[in-house]
């Protein structure tokens, strides 16, 4: 699949699904911000998203601090493993809420 596309329920729940990228993230995002900004979007899980990028991780972190600022929670769930891994390397798993890995016992 190329691109990305958004399907939001009227659960406030909502499913990304597709690559994630400098390519699909600026239309994604416009499809996103006015239900993160107007509150009916709460939960958002990435369960379909087959790879993803840098801008997708910036497109994770706007999402969660637009919500922030306009007095909302978004929780995102089924963050794919590599976008966990590049949020820990950048530092930003915090951001999104992720949980840091635990530090081996020396």
Known sequence: MAGASL?????????IEGVLDFA???????????????????ELSLAGVS???SAALALLVEAVQAAEGA???????DIPAGLADLARLSNAE????????EEAAA
Do not use: F, K, T
Not at 24 to 42: C, F, H, M, N, T
Not at 71 to 77: F, P, Q, T, V
């Open 7 to 15: 399907q939001l329920g009227e659960d406030g729940r909502g499913v």
């Open 24 to 42: 699909s993230v600026p239309a994604l995002w416009s499809a996103l911000r006015p239900a993160i900004l107007d509150g009916s979007l709460s």
């Open 51 to 53: 790879a993803g990028n």
């Open 71 to 77: 007095g909302h929670a978004l929780r995102l769930r």
């Open 94 to 101: 915090g951001l999104l809420g992720l949980e840091a890995p």
